[in-house]
């Protein structure tokens, strides 16, 4: 998967000693960061096990959304909301959470572990990803990433704060 998408920076768990620069994660306890715990690549399971860059992120999102990792419509399943058994909806697709940020179309998957947190949000209408990779599993990621997007786009984030504030029978409908 890493060759199709031009990933030269990215590796498994199990090769993080061959890393001349891998960040070392932390935690903090009582006030003061300490060296994170290494955990078992066993325990990573399905979260992949692999460790990478910003950039390679951006090259596997590029190359996901491309045709060079999955089809064009296993893309369009994997970014689309799931329906469920019971007829309800739900905002993660085939593996990507698929919502709205700010009332625009966001495509998107978080993680952590021991002394990292990390998020890739893709703003298709702005055509806009923002990646966000910490050492240390309190940074909030999420949250970074949501902080940058209201920055790089401030009449957006002017406007979804105005539909909040407005009496629910003045919003506009979804």
Known sequence: LFVPAGMRESATMAQEDRLADMARGYVYAQGRAAASK?????????????????????????ALSSGR????????????????????????????????????????????TNGFD??????????????????TLAAGSDAIVEHVYNDLFPAIASAAVRAAESPPALRPAR
Not at 118 to 135: A, E, K
């Open 38 to 62: 290494p955990i078992a690549e066993s325990w990573a399971s399905s979260a992949g096990g692999i460790v990478s860059t910003a950039d390679d992120l951006r090259l596997w999102g590029e």
């Open 69 to 112: 990792i999955i089809s064009a419509s296993d893309y369009e399943l994997l970014t689309s909301p799931t329906k469920l058994a019971d007829g309800s909806t739900t905002a993660y697709g085939f593996g990507v959470k698929v919502d709205r940020f700010g009332g625009q179309p966001r495509i998107w998957h978080d993680g952590n």
């Open 118 to 135: 990390g998020s890739d949000q893709f703003f298709p209408s702005q055509g806009v990803r923002i990646i966000v990779l910490t050492n």
